[in-house]
């Protein structure tokens, strides 16, 4: 299970910053996108880096990630999620995307999905803040290992079944199954959390 930190108080004003940076981008405020980007581009990066494994596209995709931030700033709700998720939701579909126009041919190493669940921008301060997050965490961890490698590459990396099947070498059959029972087994064990 992963460690709790305190939230400091430099932690919550960064976050606070973000926030109102991004909510001014909505207004179309140009000098708030640069904060965005000062405050987010090499986080946003590894994220793109890691799906997109070739640095240069990785750059080309953050530069898309940018453009998506600037028509869709609007659509950011606080209440839903905070900055740096909502920022790297972004980073992480349009990386995905770029993998899947590519038609690439080698698939992610199933185990890379436990680096992609860092989606905030001080992971240990979020998940003080987030019992709900910590107890997704300590259900994954309850999963046969398989199940959940399974089902981190399908919702971390964006893996479809076919590809999962061939990082992991076994039939697709096998592996929806572990998703679908995964999947089962976290419902019931948040539940019980509850």
């Known amino acids: 299970m992963p460690r709790e930190h305190p939230v400091t108080p430099a932690s919550e004003s960064r976050r606070a910053d973000l926030q109102a940076a991004l909510i001014r981008v909505a207004q179309q405020d140009r000098e708030a996108l640069r904060i965005v980007y000062a405050m987010t581009s090499a986080k946003l990066h590894g994220v793109c880096l890691r799906i997109c494994i070739d640095r240069g596209a990785a750059e080309d995709v953050l530069q898309n990630v940018y453009l998506k931030v600037w028509q869709r700033a609007g659509s950011f709700d606080p209440a839903k999620a905070s900055a740096i998720a909502w920022l790297c939701a972004i980073a992480r579909n349009a990386a995905i995307d770029w993998r899947r126009s590519q038609r690439y041919e080698d698939p992610l190493p199933?185990?890379?999905?436990?680096?992609?669940?860092?989606?905030?921008?001080?992971?240990?301060?979020?998940?003080?803040?987030?019992?709900?997050?910590?107890?997704?965490?300590?259900?994954?961890?309850?999963?046969?290992?398989a199940r959940a490698a399974a089902i981190r590459a399908g919702f971390y990396q964006g893996l479809t079944y076919p590809e999962i099947a061939e990082a992991m070498d076994k039939p697709v059959g096998t592996v929806k199954s572990w998703i679908r029972r995964g999947l089962m087994q976290l419902k019931e064990c948040l539940s019980r959390e509850r």
Request: glycine residues 6%.
């Open 110 to 145: 199933v185990d890379l999905g436990e680096t992609l669940v860092d989606d905030t921008a001080d992971p240990s301060a979020d998940l003080a803040q987030s019992g709900e997050r910590a107890q997704i965490f300590a259900c994954l961890a309850e999963l046969e290992p």
